[in-house]
């Protein structure tokens, strides 16, 4: 995934702004962009268990 940071500037000021590949999520200030892609990216890293499938069930017969 990409993941950057960009300064955007609109009539209500300066924004920041976060993308991820193809979607962005603006900010007030670059502080509070930075903490989102710090935990944004720690979160992306940390280690994720695979759900265990369920054993398929014995049929005895008749």
Do not use: Y
Not at 11 to 31: K, T
């Amino acid at each position: 995934m990409d993941i950057h940071i960009r300064e955007l500037t609109t009539g209500a000021g300066v924004r920041w702004q976060v993308c991820l590949d193809r979607h962005g999520v603006s900010f007030r200030s670059e502080r509070e962009a930075r903490e989102f892609v710090a935990i944004l990216r720690s979160r992306i890293g940390a280690p994720h268990a695979l759900p265990r499938r369920a054993a398929p069930a014995i049929r005895s017969p008749g």
